[in-house]
Nanobody, 121 residues
């Protein structure tokens, strides 16, 4: 079973930066959209940023101008560069992707296990 593995989370002071990475655990035939979600304590999971196979991106209004999503198709990896972090960015961040594992498979949605990001004031 393929897994999406996140890394790069941790504790940072307000105004600081972090870079999250998410990589597939095995070779993938095709990767379509890749996304980052987050869920703060007591909140619903929200979509933070998306990047499509052609490179187009979308961001939640709350992170526009501060976060940048990018991808390395050769490595089946998606990144989230987070700058000017605020305490309200504190959440568990989840990687999400639409993957076609092998040529005979259908496109299917996968989630990472989540990684904690804590921004102190």
């Amino acid at each position: 079973q393929v897994q999406l593995v996140e890394s790069g989370g941790g504790l940072v002071q307000a105004g600081g930066s972090l870079r999250l990475s998410c990589a597939a655990s095995e070779s993938i035939f095709r990767v379509n959209a890749m996304r980052w979600y987050r869920q703060g304590t007591g909140n619903q999971r929200e979509l933070v940023a998306s990047i499509y196979s052609g490179g187009s991106t979308n961001y939640a209004d709350s992170v526009k101008g501060r976060f940048t999503i990018s991808r390395d198709n050769a490595k089946n990896t998606v990144y989230l560069q987070m700058s000017s972090l605020k305490p309200e960015d504190t959440a568990v961040y989840y990687c999400n992707a639409d993957l076609q594992i092998r040529v005979e498979d259908f496109l299917k949605n996968y989630w990472g296990q989540g990684i904690q990001v804590t921004v102190s004031s």
